[in-house]
């Protein structure tokens, strides 16, 4: 795209501005994950590129007349609005340096990829066909994104405890709901019995939980409500295919790779609250829900195959 139209183009340039800014953040944020302490100046420059964001996506919409989901940039566009919010909503609940060091390269990665690497005909803003001309394209899209962005968030967080104290064995106190300390029972030798000898007394001592057990409590949290989302999502999608194609589910590659991440994540809550994991083995399935999430948004989406496909990567 020849560089005047980038100057020119206001929706275009508030991307690359996001881009830059959180270009800026990731070393920063890493920078302050090695000095072990929390740094205001990431979460500002986190929250500025969010409003970049936020800016496209409402002059997209203006210009275009619909809502700005209708196509791979304007989705990926979307997904990194929906990441940064997600992880400043998530270091509001838990201020740490390694939060913005493990989500921050999502996002960026998405806002790079929209910006850099789709062809200038998957990025222009076009009608919409007669079966997106509907109201649930604001519900079941938007929903879809969101949940993406928490469960990605969630998973970059569980990968974070995989990689968090390696030699050391994970030994988890906390339960999968509740992060930031606990009370520790003992018994105390107080006074003295009536036959003189010590009685005893329960004292409560507070413990600071480990770092990688907040990190594993936070991302199970974060995949949770990704979950919950992603189920309205596929019930959403599933209401507007029947009222656009008579049919509630059509094994679309889409359809199926998205059924494929709801059981993925399906499976790893199980595991929490079934089977009682905690740690690197929830988060060894969360991991695989990574990689199924980028097989089902940017694979089949680039193939050219289905309902959901927004055209071939490399067509001229």
Not at 175 to 203: C, F, H, K, M, N
Request: aromatic share 10%.
């Amino acid at each position: 795209m020849p560089v005047p139209a980038l100057l020119t183009d206001p929706v275009l340039g508030l991307g690359l501005a996001a881009f830059a800014l959180l270009l800026l953040v990731l070393p920063l944020a890493f920078w302050s994950l090695s000095g072990g302490r929390t740094s205001t100046a990431v979460r500002l420059l986190v929250a500025v590129a969010n409003l970049c964001l936020t800016a496209q996506l409402v002059l997209r919409w203006w210009d275009s007349g619909h809502f700005p989901i209708s196509n791979l940039y304007e989705s990926l566009c979307f997904l990194a609005w929906a990441c940064t919010l997600t992880q400043l909503l998530v270091e509001r609940s838990w201020p740490s340096p390694l939060v913005p060091a493990a989500a921050t390269p999502m996002a960026l990665g998405c806002v790079a990829f929209a910006s850099f690497a789709l062809p200038d005909r998957l990025q222009e803003a076009s009608p919409l066909v007669p079966a997106l001309r509907s109201s649930w394209l604001v519900m079941h899209v938007s929903v879809i994104m969101v949940s993406y962005a928490a469960l990605l968030v969630g998973s970059l967080l569980s990968l974070a405890v995989l990689f968090t104290d390696r030699g050391n064995a994970l030994e988890l106190r906390s339960s999968s709901i509740g992060s930031g300390g606990y009370r520790q029972a003992r018994l105390a030798a107080v006074g003295e019995g009536s036959d003189g000898t010590a009685a005893p007394a329960l004292q409560l001592s507070s413990v600071a939980i480990p770092v990688v057990e907040q990190l594993d409590s936070l991302s199970y949290r974060t995949i949770t409500v990704g979950f919950l989302l992603l189920s309205v999502g596929l019930v959403s999608g599933a209401v507007w295919a029947n009222e656009a194609w008579g049919s509630w589910w059509s094994w679309d590659p889409k359809e199926t790779w998205a059924l494929i991440c709801w059981l993925v994540y399906a499976a790893y809550l199980h595991t929490r609250l079934i089977r009682g994991w905690q740690g690197r083995k929830p988060a060894l399935v969360a991991a695989a829900g990574l990689v199924v999430i980028v097989v089902c948004y940017i694979g089949v989406n680039l193939l050219g195959i289905g309902l959901h496909s927004y055209g071939w990567f490399f067509d001229s």
